[in-house]
């Protein structure tokens, strides 16, 4: 099992790594917003994949209170790159 969390945590570094090197690439800045969102979304995996392996109680708490930030945040920076238009 700690094998197959330490695999998991290193896929999803390299998405992260990856991902940074998009955000200096990115054409725009949706492309770019949404390289942010995913390494948002990597670093609260691996929060999650690092309290599997010491198996904390608190950790749910706080996954579900970051990610209902980062879904508020991508809808909020996506009026903004619509400029409010639906």
Do not use: E, K, N, W
């Not at 929060?47 to 708490?61: E, H, K, T």
């Not at 579900?64 to 508020?72: E, R």
């Amino acid at each position: 099992m700690t094998a197959l969390v330490v695999a998991a945590i290193v896929v999803v570094i390299v998405s992260s790594v990856l991902g940074s090197v998009q955000i200096a690439r990115g054409p725009d800045d949706a492309t770019r917003a949404v390289i942010g969102d995913l390494l948002f979304f990597c670093a609260i995996a691996v929060y999650v994949l690092f309290g599997v392996l010491s198996s904390s109680a608190v950790l749910y708490d706080v996954v579900l209170l970051a990610t209902l930030c980062g879904i508020l945040a991508t809808a909020a920076l996506a009026r903004m790159l619509t400029r409010g238009d639906r």
